[in-house]
Structures are given as structure tokens and as C-alpha cells.
């Protein structure tokens, strides 16, 4: 079974139905965790994110952050990577684009030594993680 982390924008744009701004690949890891055929980690800062993002009206959650967060993790294959210490020490050794999040997220696909799913260049071009797109 492949196993890989996601960013933010990938999870969000999975699971708000925006599968156009989501690379075929991407889409289809994704559409394989969703039959029990992969699984992705989300990491607990992703969650913060998206909650964040939504209180400031950056994202709409069509019945709110809870709610979106519980329809989530109904599929068996999402699972929720807790922060650890050695996580937070990872992550602020990271310095590739003054986004705190983005830095801790690059942390976790560190430390579990899987591929992140993103499309975020500052992640992908700093070369500290291996990227799926």
C-alpha cells in the first residue's frame, strides 16, 4: 500500500470537489485512498491551517470546520499525523519561505520519510522532501 502526506491545498482541493486544480496523478492517489487502495497522512498543523483559513474567510466549509474534519477522517485510508518534538525541531531548522506552515508540513514528510503531496514550489525547489505532484 503507498503511503504519502498531504499539504493543505491538496487535501483541500480534493475534498472541496476541485479535483481541476489537482494534478491526474494526485487526483488518482487520492481517489485510491478513498477505495482503502493507499493512505494519506494529514498533519494535525494542516487541520490548524485549515481551520484558520476558514475563520479568516479564505476558504468556505460548508458546514464548518468540525464538521469538515469528521466527513474527512470517515474514510479509513485519511488518518491524522500527531506533532511530535522531534517534528517542531525539524521544522524550525527549515527556513525555505518564511511560511511557519509550510515548513512544519515539509517537517512531518521528513520525519516520516514519505513523499508530501503538494504544489507548493518553495517545498518542492528547497529539495528537503521528496514531492508528489
Do not use: C
Not at 493507499?38 to 476558504?59: D, H
Not at 517542531?88 to 508530501?116: C, H, K, Q, R, V
Amino acid at each position: 500500500m503507498s503511503v504519502y502526506i498531504t499539504d493543505t491545498h491538496s487535501l483541500l482541493w480534493f475534498t472541496l470537489n476541485k479535483h481541476s486544480s489537482l494534478s491526474n496523478k494526485v487526483l488518482s492517489v487520492f481517489e485510491s485512498a478513498v477505495r482503502g487502495e493507499s493512505f494519506i497522512y494529514i498533519p494535525v498543523i494542516v487541520l490548524w491551517e485549515v481551520a484558520i483559513l476558514e475563520q479568516k474567510q479564505r476558504i468556505k466549509l460548508n458546514n464548518g470546520f468540525i464538521d469538515w474534519t469528521t466527513q474527512v477522517l470517515r474514510t479509513k485510508s485519511f488518518g491524522i499525523a500527531p506533532l511530535e518534538p522531534e517534528i517542531i525541531a525539524i521544522g524550525t531548522g527549515y527556513n525555505f519561505n518564511n511560511d511557519p506552515f509550510d515548513e512544519m508540513i515539509a517537517a512531518f514528510a521528513s520525519y516520516m520519510d514519505l513523499p508530501l503531496i503538494t504544489k507548493d514550489n518553495a517545498i518542492t525547489e528547497s529539495g528537503l522532501v521528496e514531492t508528489f505532484w
